[in-house]
């Protein structure tokens, strides 16, 4: 008999899970708690080899398939002006383009939408399986794939604990025709860092919503890390334009205008700053959150998230990101005439 297997959580992650044991000959069912099919999460995804080895080894899909590609790495200086860059490839895709691909290859009647697991049970050969809407199921295996809040972790290792990591993250795109072609070509060719007080910036293109890689037609997914106390600045944050906190992320467009605004008040104390040499086009036209950017654009996907630590290894872009932002940290050290208030 084929072994059952029940994968916790329907995302990249679980997603996977299922497409290998079930090519492994599993009878594999998923249960995902959302009740509607999932939408873009995250947005951009450094693409590392892990990401992708399902889709090219077994799914026959190319790389060039569900990834932009960048040829450089660039820092900026406040100004927009180039302070550094060298050539680098990096592949990017979208959080979409990874699910959807996945999504296509697996058996949709086995990918259960609005199937919340709400408790398991071992004995000594199942699992037995509970779900929200009362019923339930064995399995020989459970998967728990079932994101950073984990019903799993929280039972199997009760000890281990996210704790938060000391900077959120405001992240978004931008649809690469909206913006001057002079920005489109400085973001299109790179991922794009800039090192400012107590934060630091990525951008750079992913697929569009359809899954476009063709420049000009996919979207520009930028990401600012910024540096927030824990307590009543953090809380203060965490709550959107509702009233209700949320302990992880705020969906797009949740984040008060009071927010928004402060990080436009950042951005322009820094943008002062850097007056004296600006003459970059990135300067002009940063693509950054304002207050104007609260609007809807076409793939706006504007949302702000707190990085939790947990304890796994997460091949996430922000943990790149963080690795060139020590190393861009390191460069500004040693640039002359750096201003220490606002790099
Ligand atoms: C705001 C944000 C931005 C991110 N940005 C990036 C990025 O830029 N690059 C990157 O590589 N990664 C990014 N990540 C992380 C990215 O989302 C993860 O790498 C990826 O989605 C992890 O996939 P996963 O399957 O492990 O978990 P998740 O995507 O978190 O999925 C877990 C799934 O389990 C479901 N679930 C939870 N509990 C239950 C339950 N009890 N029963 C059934 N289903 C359940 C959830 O509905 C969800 O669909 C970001 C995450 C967030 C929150």
């Given at each position: 008999m084929m072994p059952r297997v029940a994968v916790m959580g329907g995302s990249v992650g679980g997603l996977t899970a299922a497409l290998v044991l079930r090519d492994a000959g599993c009878d594999v069912t998923v249960f995902e708690r959302s009740s509607a099919a999932l939408q873009a999460r995250g947005a951009g995804i450094a693409a590392l080899?892990?990401?992708?080895?399902?889709?090219?080894?077994?799914?026959?899909?190319?790389?060039?398939?569900?990834?932009?590609?960048?040829?450089?790495?660039?820092?900026?200086?406040?100004?927009?002006g180039v302070r550094h860059e060298q050539r680098h490839r990096y592949l990017f895709s979208s959080w979409n383009t990874i699910y959807r691909s996945l999504l296509g290859l697996f058996d949709p009647a086995r990918y259960l939408l609005g199937r919340e697991v709400t408790g398991f049970s071992p004995s000594a050969d199942s699992v037995r399986v509970t779900l929200a809407d009362g019923s339930a199921t064995d399995a020989d295996l459970l998967v728990c794939a079932d994101g950073v809040s984990s019903l799993g972790r929280a039972r199997l290792l009760p000890e281990v604990r996210p704790s938060y990591s000391g900077y959120v993250a405001w992240r978004g795109t931008v649809p690469e025709q909206a913006l001057p072609a002079t920005t489109r070509e400085r973001f299109g060719d790179a991922i794009t860092y800039q090192v400012l007080k107590?934060?630091?910036?990525?951008?750079?293109?992913?697929?569009?919503l359809d899954g476009a890689l063709t420049p000009g037609e996919r979207l520009v997914n930028f990401v600012w890390y910024v540096n927030v106390a824990e307590g009543g600045e953090l809380d203060d944050l965490m709550t959107g334009q509702d009233g209700i906190h949320r302990a992880v992320s705020l969906p797009p467009g949740a984040a008060r205008q009071s927010a928004v605004a402060a990080m436009a008040r950042r951005r322009a104390r820094c943008g002062r700053r850097g007056r004296a040499d600006r003459a970059g086009p990135v300067g002009a036209r940063p693509a950054r959150p304002r207050p104007g950017a609260a609007r809807p654009v076409p793939g706006d996907r504007r949302q702000l998230a707190v990085r939790r630590h947990v304890p796994a290894r997460r091949p996430t872009a922000h943990l790149r990101a963080l690795r060139a932002g020590k190393l861009a940290s390191r460069l500004l050290s040693h640039s002359p005439g750096r201003d220490p208030s606002c790099p």
């Open positions: 080899e892990a990401t992708l080895r399902y889709l090219t080894e077994r799914g026959g899909r190319q790389v060039a398939d569900v990834c932009s590609s960048t040829n450089w790495i660039r820092f900026l200086r406040a100004d927009g107590d934060s630091h910036i990525l951008v750079y293109p992913i697929p569009g």
